[in-house]
């Protein structure tokens, strides 16, 4: 396992952890700040997945039409 996925995970753990600690004391209104927290990690997260997913989508795009331009210069320069 990788170093930062080990401390992703134990970060979860611990927020996971802090939001039952939160339930079980009766502090309701600081445990859903933490759920929210948690959501708009992920939120982010899936956020940069589908940024970087486009943008390779993109990339390869234009190097498949940079290349068939390539091979249709080649083509009708013999």
Not at 40 to 65: I, P, S, T
Not at 70 to 75: A, F, G, L, P, V
């Amino acid at each position: 396992m990788r170093k930062g996925t080990k401390w992703v995970l134990w970060i979860l753990g611990l927020m996971l952890a802090a939001i039952f600690i939160n339930f079980y004391m009766n502090l309701y209104s600081f445990a859903y700040a933490l759920i929210t927290v948690l959501l708009l990690a992920f939120m982010g997260w899936g956020f940069l997945a589908k940024l970087k997913n486009d943008v390779r989508q993109h990339e390869d795009y234009h190097r498949r039409e940079h290349q068939s331009a390539n091979d249709d210069i080649d083509r009708y320069t013999r």
